[in-house]
């Protein structure tokens, strides 16, 4: 399968503790992104990278959140000290975006993480 | 900055009949815009898009869309729908310029019955 990856697909925690999920890009994707979706919206931007540089983040993104892309090519999305709040689907995407032009603002999403925090 | 409005949170049709999905943007720059489909616990998977051109753009799954600039409209239309139709759909709009920050609407769940 050659498209966006991401695991776990399910995470139950309680308040409090840490959680760590992964997205695996489709390949040579420069641009990954990761979104948020609560229950009843839309996804909202939380920050993407361009190859390892982390080049915007939404004021969604608190303290507690922290993503990376060491390599350039897998990410992870850390939260720490949980919150009920945090309960949503945490969707990665990528896509080519070297440069401008129209095929390369196309984002090619994976499945989700779902997080629950009891 | 963007915003997407998708005017019906629900729309239920029955199988075979004709269905139009609502989308209105705002935006002070150009766009791009996009419909996007998520089934249950699925991520989402993008319907069609309209990048420049012919403003009726045709996608997949028989789903076509008609850009009217006039009237910031996005709207999604199919002539027949399908139970397997059912699902959650979503309007966004990313901007031309090179920002690669997706703005979506709140989403429209399509429930098509027998």
């Known amino acids: 399968d050659t498209g966006v990856s991401q695991n776990p697909r399910h995470k139950i925690t309680k308040r409090g503790q840490n959680v760590t999920f992964r997205c695996d890009p489709i390949s040579e994707h420069n641009r990954l992104y990761w979104y948020r979706q609560t229950l009843g919206q839309g996804p909202e931007f939380l920050t993407y990278?361009?190859?390892?540089?982390?080049?915007?983040k939404s004021r969604l993104l608190s303290d507690r959140f922290s993503a990376e892309r060491p390599k350039g090519s897998f990410s992870t999305l850390e939260i720490q000290r949980t919150e009920q709040g945090d309960s949503a689907m945490y969707l990665c995407?990528?896509?080519?975006?070297?440069?401008?032009?129209?095929?390369?603002?196309?984002?090619?999403f994976g499945p989700g993480t779902r997080l629950t925090v009891l | 900055a963007q915003s997407v409005t998708q005017l019906d949170s629900q729309v239920p049709v029955f199988e075979e009949a004709p269905v139009e999905l609502r989308c209105n943007y705002s935006?002070?720059?150009?766009?791009?815009l996009f419909w996007y489909v998520q089934y249950p616990n699925q991520g989402l998977q993008l319907l069609l898009k309209y990048l420049s051109g012919s403003t009726l753009v045709k996608g997949i799954n028989g789903f076509e869309a008609e850009f009217n600039k006039s009237q910031t409209s996005f709207h999604l239309r199919k002539p027949s729908v399908h139970i397997s139709d059912t699902a959650e759909y979503f309007c966004a709009v990313i901007p031309n310029s090179g920002y690669s920050t997706l703005t979506f609407g709140k989403g429209t769940m399509l429930l098509v019955s027998p």
């Open positions: 990278f361009q190859n390892e540089a982390q080049l915007e």
């Open positions: 995407a990528s896509s080519p975006g070297t440069s401008g032009g129209a095929a390369y603002n196309e984002q090619f």
């Open positions: 935006s002070s720059v150009s766009v791009y």
